[in-house]
């Protein structure tokens, strides 16, 4: 984690550690796997594609919090962004914006039954 993480600011990095404690917490039977080719830490049921959730992208400025299946949630906040077909993301500058709770109500949603359908 600490060599994958070593690539990016100082920012992207707490940020990125920031969602890592969040989705640990809120999702602890989680598989997580960092995917260095994809620059993704990547966090499912299990190690396949298809059972992905969560990934966490860092970047330079900013990271972004990808949800998989983020099309099928209710969004009142517009957190999501994205235009994928069923994948949404949730993009941050600072780690105070990890401590925005509607961020948890989205990422809790995310694991409820229905979703991982």
């Known amino acids: 984690m600490d060599r994958f993480l070593s690539l990016y600011s100082r920012e992207a990095r707490e940020i990125a550690l920031c969602l890592r404690a969040i989705l640990l917490e809120i999702f602890p039977t989680a598989i997580e796997q960092i995917d260095p080719k994809s620059g993704i830490i990547a966090y499912g049921y299990d190690s396949t594609y298809k059972s992905l959730v969560f990934a966490i992208a ?22 999501l962004v994205g235009t994928g077909k069923q994948a949404r993301h949730i993009k941050f500058k600072s780690e105070e914006e990890t401590e925005n709770p509607a961020v948890r109500r989205l990422l809790k949603d995310a694991l409820k039954p229905h979703y991982k359908d």
Request: aromatic share 0%; net charge positive.
């Open 58 to 79: 860092p970047h330079m400025k900013h990271v972004n919090l990808m949800l998989s299946k983020g099309t099928n949630l209710s969004d009142p906040d517009r957190l």
